[in-house]
């Protein structure tokens, strides 16, 4: 994961700088308040710890760095502009289950993740900049596709799709680039935690994410 942000960050701060550039020269005036976005990004998720609803053991399994996209409608309050709200979707693609051993069954798969969210957004509402932070409370679909194997000989193979409570935080910078367009630069910290027929799922991620809005 440090090899994959050492690629990740300089990225970033390119965006940054080349947005900020392109916010100032713009002439400007206020963005219109409705606006529709589209993002997307690299996710990067911690260990997800299972716990058995049988035996009450828990284990962490390791996740691949995977990516996301996303939908958002959005509103800023006219009258008090350092608040904005969300509906957002996005969508968390395949992150592999790397083969490893838990308690003497060798466990591998794919974890997915389509999430639906409700935001609110605290933000600087002056000149073209914005600076924000913000939280989100939600839903979280999760499919787990899993093969559990004990000395190579396969003994299950399962898929489950359960839904869970869903939230984030949220924190980032928006550059208004003409009075219907401006783009956001975000780091999100996401967690879920769905109850599956055998087990509970305590799954968490970081994920940055670069969008565009069209504000009308």
């Not at 965006?15 to 400007?28: E, M, N, S």
């Not at 969300?86 to 790397?98: D, T």
Request: hydrophobic content about 45%; proline content about 6%; cysteine-free.
């Amino acid at each position: 994961m440090k090899n994959r942000l050492k690629v990740v960050l300089p990225v970033v701060l390119a965006a940054v700088i080349f947005l900020a550039g392109a916010a100032h020269a713009q002439p400007y005036r206020p963005a219109s308040p409705f606006y529709f976005g589209i993002f997307g990004g690299y996710v990067a998720p911690e260990d997800m710890t299972w716990t058995s609803n049988v035996t009450g053991a828990s284990a962490d399994l390791a996740l691949d760095e995977s990516g996301m996209m996303g939908l958002k409608v959005g509103y800023i309050l006219p009258q008090a502009r350092a608040l904005a709200f969300e509906l957002e979707w996005n969508y968390m693609f395949e992150q592999s289950i790397p083969p490893q051993v838990i308690s003497g069954v060798r466990e591998s798969g794919d974890v997915y993740l389509n999430n639906f969210m409700v935001n609110l957004i605290l933000r600087y509402p002056e000149g073209r900049i914005h600076p924000y932070i913000g939280g989100g409370i939600g839903a979280s679909s999760v499919n787990i596709q899993n093969t559990e194997s004990i000395g190579g000989a396969v003994v299950n193979v399962a898929e489950e799709t359960q839904t869970g409570f869903a939230w984030q935080f949220l924190a980032g910078i928006n550059f208004e680039l003409a009075p219907n367009l401006s783009a956001d630069l975000a780091y999100r910290y996401f967690g879920t935690n769905p109850d599956f027929t055998m087990i509970d799922v305590d799954y968490r991620t970081h994920a940055v994410t670069l969008g565009l809005n069209f504000h009308f």
